[in-house]
């Protein structure tokens, strides 16, 4: 089941002839705070709700997709959890050291969004698309085998991300943080519709351009171990995002003007614009220095330990 | 004025030792748990405060019950990488945070639970901690950023090192429990000036950290402007300012902490490791030189 978030903040079901089926009443019912709690409310009770959605969807009657304003189906994200280079990226390495950060879950960008970047002084701004997994149920100390039923759903994922800012120069995490740098679209699809989420395949296009194309096989550490390690460090909530991390290989440029398509086989796609009122210019295409350097960095892990920040 | 939780989510003004319950001013805010409610209750708290001022001058002080967290779960909890000169004649650093878990977040006299991971140590790290009163973006690095804050509070950043692929360990920190804060939000109209504050932290009455915020690198005020030059902050986050790392040592199964900032609050917690690791007891002089080098090289 594939579902979105649209128009002024309600919640629907995408049907197979891509008409949306409005649920903002069902979950209404949950009596939520603020529209950042409806689509948490939806996936706390999807067990309860699935059978009258399924049943509205067979009804018919929705809107056409394109006559409504999807909106990043998360609004805001009780948290944002970044898995650091997750993929194998064509070297022969042994499995890195597993690592997180997390993302500020203000201001999402969604479908047609617009990304906005900020006045600082980045050596770049780099695409990064991913698969995130949406949480489905407060978990913690997860073992392997039950991990995968901590998971509701999948959705694409743009980890926008400022390089060369803060103190640990091109490791930044707080470059990744600005407003309106963490995307995510089209709709969230249920897990049932993905029976294997280690072989998706990941597309970021520019202007038409293909720049990043990736497989999910790749991944150094799946997803269940991701969950595993993940809630053995932090409680996960209904609607947290963990996002499993980017091949480097194809990364490139985003400036002013781009339209930037993400794209996750058995999920959906989604554009961003982009806008910089400084109207800098950067390289067109693929960044292949930043490609090699995330190569190289994980052959000779210890090469990027020392920061000069010291510790936190 | 000084706002406290309690565990049984009251709403309290500390007055003589004790508290009186101010509940009331807030009925018409609707929430689920307390971890929502907080967020709406500071964000108006400007408006109420003249009602709130008339509760307390009329109302019956109360033995101070048992606290939590006057924030239990931050939507964001923002925190400074090391921000304090620490006795080095150093240039400033570039200036960088990083956020870490709200569900870190427990409250005073909590116990913090060292995970079963392999640190090379635990730290803990006394600092001074902001609450964010309003939505704000983009603050400007004079006292009008301080409009944003709610008040003050403590905060200890338990800390795991060695842990993580990168430099300075930033996941040690998200651990649940890892986050003490509290016990009382203190508004900034009774701190007079954020960077003459003492801070000291004791474990099992031993003295370990002891610092002026004076010596902060990038003051509250710049601190305000960075992140929000990143990202709009909310009502309810928490920024923490970074610790001065000369006075660190070890966590360790039983030990009981005290941190102290002075006008604003004693925050107590207490440590439990069912590994029951052990390392050196007093302060960690490496850490301390470590972090003296830094910058200095």
Known sequence: MRIATFDDTRIGVVANDDTVVDATDLVEQFEPLGPEDLLPDLITHFGDLRPELERRVTAGGGTPLQEVHLRSPLTRPSKIICLMGNYREGTDRPLQILDLFFKSPEKISGPGDTVILPPHQANIFHHEGEIAVVIGREAKDLNAEEAMDAVFGYVAYNDISARGLGRSGINSFLGKSFDTFAAFGPWIVTKDEIPDPQTLSITVDVNGERRQDYSTSDMERPVPELLTYISSVTTLHPGDVICCGTNHQGLGSMQDGDAVVTTVSGVGSFTLHVRDEHERAWQRGIDREAGERVKAAAQHPVAQAPVSGGSA | ?297
């Open chain 2, 1 to 297: 004025m000084r706002l406290v939780l309690t565990r049984d989510d009251r709403i309290g003004v500390l007055r003589d030792g004790g508290m009186v319950d101010v509940s009331d001013a807030f009925v018409d805010i609707r929430y689920r748990t307390a971890a929502d409610r907080m967020p709406r209750v500071l964000a108006t708290l400007r408006d109420r405060r003249p009602g709130i001022e008339e509760m307390v001058a009329g109302g019956e002080t109360l033995p101070l019950p048992e606290l939590q967290a006057p924030v239990p779960r931050p939507p964001k909890l923002i925190a400074a990488f090391g921000n304090y000169r620490e006795g080095s004649d150093r240039e400033r650093q570039t200036q960088d945070m990083f956020l870490e878990s709200p569900d870190s977040v427990i409250g005073p006299n909590g116990t913090v639970v060292l995970p079963n991971h392999p640190a090379s140590i635990f730290h803990h790290e006394a600092e001074l901690a902001l609450v964010v009163g309003q939505q704000a973006k983009d603050l400007p690095a004079d006292d009008r950023a301080l409009g944003a804050l709610v008040g003050y509070t403590c905060a200890i950043d338990v800390s795991a090192r060695g842990l993580g692929r990168i430099g300075p360990s930033r996941i040690g920190k998200s651990f649940d429990t890892f986050t003490p804060l509290g016990p009382a939000i203190v508004t900034i109209d009774e701190v007079p000036d954020p960077q003459d504050l003492h801070v000291t932290l004791a474990v099992n009455s031993e003295p370990r950290q002891d610092y002026s915020t004076r010596d902060m690198e990038y003051s509250v005020v710049e601190i305000l402007a960075f992140i929000s030059s990143y990202m709009t902050l909310v009502p309810g986050d928490v920024v923490m300012c970074g610790t001065n790392h000369q006075g660190l040592g070890a966590l360790q199964d039983g030990d009981q902490v005290e941190m102290t900032i002075a006008g604003i609050g004693t925050l107590e917690m207490s440590v439990r490791d069912p590994q029951r690791r052990e390392w050196p007891r007093g302060v960690d002089q490496d850490m301390a030189a470590r972090q003296r080098a830094v910058g200095a090289s």
